[in-house]
């Protein structure tokens, strides 16, 4: 992997991950900024390297600058992106990249035109090792055809929308703020990808709350290859923050919950491989590893731009069938 990058980080709540992650990758993280003056200071108490910045421009302007990592409050990726794609910087933001369709295209055009720059998002959950393993068993075929997955965003973390500033900035969709890992983890598990959606929501949990949208989104998904899905975004349950899965296959089931992993081998209860369910229990930083090993590779800059887009394609799909009560088909940006 190259390794002498140097990076600017914007914003440093989980921004401060991404700091550790391209120190241990062999980064250099030049420049930071944040709103927040302290926690810049703290953030320069730990990395005296770093230099800490009066504006945003700072960081855009450093032509020594190759890499900046947007991990900032939703409403403010769209613009910090551009501003990125002008600099010619290589651009790691987290999710949700955009939070609106418009802007999603604008952005792929800008890439389109844009060759050299690399642009990919903080999806972690398929970097669980449970995960992965549950994938290798399922393209072995080990469970048969996949017919049938449930996926639950249970995010257990309710003040977060309705006194943090989730609940502050213009927008904030609970698909396209957590859904959006489901359905990155089940179309990457499956290799296949999502055609059609039906989805529902309300808004029960935070109805005394200064909280304006759906605290919770339930959708149906056709995959190309024939397979349902029902996932769900859940931001009011009672229930600690948890991916919840069930994948049906023809030959076995796949089941979690808080504790355990259930692997059903047949319909009796009793032939049953039960396992802790530790998938939690890894190393989160490894999207930037990726990203940076992508750099310079222009079809592995195509494969990960392509795996952003399409599943944001599909969150603001959901949207759109929740807002007009129809179904969507998806149309992805080519
Ligand atoms: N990939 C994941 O699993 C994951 C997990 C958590 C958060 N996120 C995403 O990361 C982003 C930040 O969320 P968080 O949980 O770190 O929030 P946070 O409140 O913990 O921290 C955000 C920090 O960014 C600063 N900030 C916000 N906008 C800024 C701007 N325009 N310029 C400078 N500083 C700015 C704030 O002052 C704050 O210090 C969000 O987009 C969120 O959706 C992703």
């Not at 975004?233 to 994948?247: D, Q, R, T, W």
Request: net charge positive.
């Amino acid at each position: 992997m190259k390794k002498n990058f140097n990076i600017g980080v914007i914003g440093l709540g989980v921004g401060e991950r991404h700091i550790e992650s391209y120190f241990k990758f062999g980064c250099k993280v030049k420049k930071i900024f944040d709103f927040d003056k302290k926690k810049m200071l703290l953030i320069k108490k730990k990395y005296p390297s770093i230099e800490i910045c009066s504006s945003e421009n700072d960081i855009f302007n450093d032509i020594e600058i190759n890499i900046i990592s947007i991990a900032s409050y939703d409403n403010y990726h769209f613009n910090q992106i551009l501003k990125g794609i002008k600099n010619e910087k290589n651009i790691f933001v987290e999710k949700p990249m955009v939070l609106k369709e418009a802007h999603l295209s604008k952005v792929f055009n800008l890439l389109k035109k844009n060759k050299n720059i690399h642009l990919y998002s903080n999806f972690i959950l398929s970097e669980s090792p449970v995960f992965i393993n549950l994938k290798k068993s399922i393209l072995n075929n080990d469970f048969g055809k996949i017919y049938s997955v449930e996926a639950d965003y249970n995010y257990g973390r309710l003040k977060k929308i309705t006194h943090g500033w989730r609940g502050k900035i213009p927008y904030y969709s609970v698909t396209l703020g957590g859904g959006i890992h489901m359905v990155d983890l089940i179309s990457w598990m499956v290799e296949s990808h999502i055609v059609e959606v039906k989805s529902y929501g309300n808004k029960f949990c935070t109805n005394k709350s200064a909280f304006k949208y759906n605290d919770c989104t339930v959708s149906l998904l056709k995959f190309a290859n024939g397979m349902i899905a029902k996932i769900s975004s859940n931001f009011g349950c009672v229930y600690p923050h948890f991916h919840k899965l069930a994948i049906y296959g023809t030959k076995k089931t796949f089941e979690n919950d808080i504790e355990n992993i259930r692997i059903f081998k047949s319909k009796s209860k009793n032939i049953v491989k039960k396992t802790k369910n530790n998938y939690k229990n890894y190393y989160k930083g490894n999207a930037i590893k990726f990203f940076l090993e992508s750099i310079g590779k222009q079809s592995l800059r195509k494969k990960l731009i392509e795996r952003v887009f399409y599943s944001i394609k599909v969150c603001f799909a959901i949207e759109r069938s929740i807002k007009n009560n129809k179904t969507v088909k998806i149309n992805y940006l080519k």
